[in-house]
């Protein structure tokens, strides 16, 4: 399986906000475990699903400065609704503040306009270069494959629109 | 025993944690379900911080009387009767239920709870 | 991609806590993309372990006729990277417990080093629940075969130091089964 939780970025103001989708389907395998009888996206992709849009809105606003952006603290996710096969996810994050450490945000995610999670995340971004210079070239690598797999994401999304 | 503003900041700082609401958000007025988005599963985790904070023991119930409301004796066409309604006011001595007398339908009890009324609660169960 | 994010139980006391590990490791798909040329175990799927060795410890208070689903996460904090090669060690421990959920606190250790922390609260969906719609979750012997996975049976203890015995519990019928 790739660890890809997001369809398709669609719309983004930098430092601000970033919507993308998920589409939920049977033949996501781990859904035969979760659950046997009655498949459903797990909580925590929708918390993944998430955090991958922040840390999307974060390299977009930075021009992909760091290679490693991840979740650091959740709080208050909330559950309500099941999201199951056939249906899109639609997530929306919400910047509320970061330093050079750390980014915060809020998040929804919804299913036709019926709220299934919400809460907070905290992201953190650093390089591998800046505990050991040596891996600079690790991070460019890094950096160089998340830039193709971003234009995967946002492909036939208005560039002009989206800033 | 904590004073009423002791009791606010502690109650406070358990919705604004609980809930993931900004600290200017939680005033007295404010309804847990309807300003603050409280729902069931919320119920839980501000009961468990509240227990903490206090140090007190909250039943299932006690804050928000679900068994009341789902009793076919106190309750008629979606309404709390009468006897319903002695009975809310004998459990929730903490709670002004004024203007959930005027129209007593089941889900306005939930929705019109307040800050206030928790915090009610809780020196309530400080002073038993 | 499996769904089973503790490997298995070291510790299991009905009612109070539990042990489980899970190991990280190059065999799992998704350390190759997260991140794609420096594995880290996601912390989404940390969130998952905890839950999963949790929700188990609460489930077996409902007599695993039921599973529980976790409602909300209160709060979870991460504090390194995990890495390809290095085993998680959950401590989970239920902190209250009543008809309609549980909470459970929550540790993630990487040998001594502390990487996770969380509270997490379950729902218990009962018989009645509409999202369900009249559906279980699981067949029971879904749910016996997942015991069985993660040694449930073999560390498994009552309070009292007595040993857990599967066949104290219901797992070839189950509350959702429709009659």
Known sequence: ???????????????????????????????????????????????????????????????????????????????????????????????????????????EGEVEGRISVSGRLVLERYNLADANPEQADLDARMIAHQRSTAELLTRGIDIAAAL | ??????????????????????????????????????????????????????????????????????????????????SGIAKLRERMPFADLTKFEAEPSVQNLGQQLTVKDMCNFVAFKLAA | MRWFWIDRYTEFVSGSHAVAVKGVTLAEDHLHDHMAGYPIMPNSLVVEGMAQAGGLLVSERYEFRELVVL??????????????????????????????????????????????????????????????????????????????????????????GTPMKEKDYPLTECATDPA
């Not at chain 1, 906000?17 to 939920?24: D, G, I, M, Q, S």
């Not at chain 3, 209160?74 to 909470?103: M, P």
């Open chain 1, 1 to 107: 399986m790739r660890f890809w939780l997001l369809d398709r970025i669609s719309s983004y103001e930098p430092d601000t906000e970033l919507t993308a989708v998920k589409n939920v389907s049977l033949s996501e395998e781990y859904l035969a475990d979760h659950f046997p009888d009655f498949p459903v996206l797990p909580g925590v992709f929708m918390l993944e699903a998430a955090t991958q849009a922040g840390a999307w809105l974060v390299r977009f606003s930075e021009d992909f400065a760091h290679s490693i952006v991840v979740l650091h603290e959740a709080r208050a996710v909330k559950y309500a609704d099941f999201v199951t096969p056939g249906n899109t996810l639609q997530v929306r994050v919400k910047q509320q503040k970061s330093d050079e450490r750390l980014v915060h945000f809020r998040f």
């Open chain 3, 71 to 160: 409602g909300k996460l209160a709060k979870a904090k991460f504090h390194s990277c995990v890495r390809n090669g290095e085993t998680l060690t959950y401590r989970v421990k239920i902190e209250t417990i009543r008809s309609d959920g549980a909470a459970v606190s929550g540790t993630a250790h990487v040998g001594d080093r502390l990487h996770a922390k969380a509270t997490l609260f379950f729902a218990r969906l009962g018989d009645a629940n509409e999202a369900l719609q009249g559906q279980r979750l699981f067949h029971p012997n879904h749910l016996r075969h997942w015991l069985s996975l993660v040694g449930i049976f073999e560390v498994g203890v009552h309070q009292d």
């Open chain 2, 1 to 82: 025993m904590a004073s009423e503003d002791e009791i606010f900041e502690k109650v406070r700082e358990a919705l604004v944690e609980a809930l993931g609401v900004d600290d200017d958000e939680v005033t007295p007025e404010a309804t847990l379900q309807g300003d603050l988005d409280a729902e069931s599963i919320d119920f839980l985790d501000i009961v468990f911080r509240l227990e903490k904070s206090f140090d007190i023991k909250i039943e299932r119930g006690e804050l928000f009387p679900e068994d009341i409301l789902t009793n076919v004796e106190y309750v008629e066409d979606g309404k709390v009767n009468d």
